[in-house]
């Protein structure tokens, strides 16, 4: 979907659930005096090369923007009421009132869309200034985020609506990184405290922050300041000879929520047992270590079960790995990172246990038909895998693949390419 198509399809689903403003008297006429007129945001979806469950433990991680992005056709409302319609909900439209949006109070798919409104408003409270300036609006979204597939297409929505918002509201916050980095702040209070998601945040800055032809290099220790937390790595595949394929292996996430939640959860508690504010502190001790084996096994010695010593050592592993291809991108290898893609997959496989067997089979397919590496990417239980392959491979890998999920009787994956795209902006 071109940003031409995707605005278009976008205000058809506003002036089709909505009408144009003139049907409307509380629009906001001034703001948009025709249905062409209509502006329109978008956001895009993610991939993780490498650095996974590792934001919520204050970790490393190295995500970037998809080329394919959700579309928010938005206009604002002189009162306070949000009205929503979606292209991938027919004929269904989602109301509240931006005074009824809280923790606890909405739910569905609107709920993204109207918390990041609150989250915004809140904001604005905390900085002394005015939350009036989020007024209520219309909006209709269309998107080319394949919904589900681990893509983060809630972020898309999230941060596109975040973007949107900061326009329509004057706030010049996308003007910046410091001000983009608000936005997902923002947008990730939406997903946590009004859509009840308790997921990290790095789809939210992969969303915001991302830059085309590089990749993300997040370091999530709360209280960073923007300069510190975020590092643009040049990341250019088609001068390397390289691509990135995306197998979304269209399985059922199931337990999703739960399964994260408790990943998490032991997660901060055996930060607690070893007397660190996060998992991140041990990542540190470890990587300065000149025995960095040996500082890892004492840590895991002093917890209490087998399970949160595999936990632990993931976390540990995968931000050590963060450092060791962001090292190789640096040098100009982006043809040497697939071991550590490898190792990655191996480990949420064995020790963080959120693989399935249709990531396992897309992982093994693509290296056995010469991938240089392959590995799973975002939460797991299900959604995408990808494998870096020369750019002539591409097909060779996506047939491998195609063929070993009928030969393992699993329904049929879908193919895209992640190229290192744009963050999210006002496309019209
Ligand atoms: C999901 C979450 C992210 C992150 C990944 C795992 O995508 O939304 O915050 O935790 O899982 O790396």
Excluded at 226 to 240: G, I, K, N, R, W
Aim: charged share 25%; with cysteine; proline share 5%.
């Amino acid at each position: 979907m071109s940003d031409d198509e995707g605005a278009a399809r976008a205000r058809a689903v506003l002036a089709a659930a909505f009408g144009g403003p003139d049907d409307d008297p509380a629009a906001d006429a001034a703001a948009a005096p025709g249905e062409d007129d209509v502006r329109v945001w978008a956001a895009p979806g993610r991939v993780n090369l490498i650095g996974e469950h590792t934001d919520y433990n204050a970790g490393l991680c190295l995500p970037i923007a998809l080329p394919h992005r959700t579309y928010v056709a938005l206009r604002p409302r002189t009162d306070s009421l949000v009205r929503l319609a979606s292209a991938q909900a027919p004929g269904e439209t989602w109301t509240a009132r931006l005074e009824d949006v809280a923790p606890g109070e909405v739910a569905g798919w609107g709920s993204y869309v109207a918390g990041v409104a609150w989250a915004l408003r809140e904001h604005l409270v905390a900085q002394g200034a005015d939350p009036a300036s989020i007024t209520g609006f219309d909006a209709a979204v269309d998107s080319s985020v394949p919904f589900g597939a681990g893509l983060s297409s809630s972020a898309a929505l999230e941060c596109s609506v975040a973007v949107a918002l900061d326009d329509v509201a004057g706030l010049g916050l996308s003007a910046s990184d410091a001000g983009r980095a608000v936005l997902a702040a923002a947008s990730v209070r939406a997903e946590n405290e009004i859509a009840g998601a308790p997921t990290g945040g790095m789809d939210q800055s992969a969303a915001l922050r991302a830059r085309a032809g590089h990749a993300l290099l997040l370091d999530c220790r709360p209280g960073l300041d923007p300069v510190e937390s975020a590092e643009q790595v040049p990341f250019d595949l088609d001068a390397a000879g390289l691509a990135l394929l995306v197998v979304d292996t269209r399985a059922e996430h199931r337990l999703v929520d739960g399964q994260y939640a408790a990943r998490r959860a032991t997660c901060e508690d055996a930060a607690r047992t070893l007397g660190l504010a996060s998992l991140r502190d041990l990542a540190d001790a470890v990587d300065a270590s000149d025995d960095p084996a040996g500082t890892l096994a004492v840590s895991l010695d002093k917890l209490p079960d087998d399970v949160a010593r595999r936990r632990v050592r993931h976390v540990v592993t995968e931000i050590g790995r963060v450092r060791e291809l962001v090292a190789l991108l640096r040098e100009g290898r982006p043809d040497a990172v697939g071991p550590l893609m490898n190792a990655s997959h191996a480990s949420l496989r064995d020790d963080y246990e959120v693989s399935s067997v249709e990531l396992d089979v897309a992982v093994d397919a693509a290296r056995v038909a010469g991938a240089l590496g392959a590995r799973m990417t975002g939460g797991g239980f299900g959604g995408s895998a990808i494998a870096l392959v020369r750019a002539d491979q591409v097909e060779t890998v996506a047939d491998a693949v195609r063929a070993a999920f009928e030969r393992e009787g699993l329904g049929a994956p879908g193919f895209l390419l992640a190229t290192p795209s744009a963050p999210a902006e006002r496309v019209v």
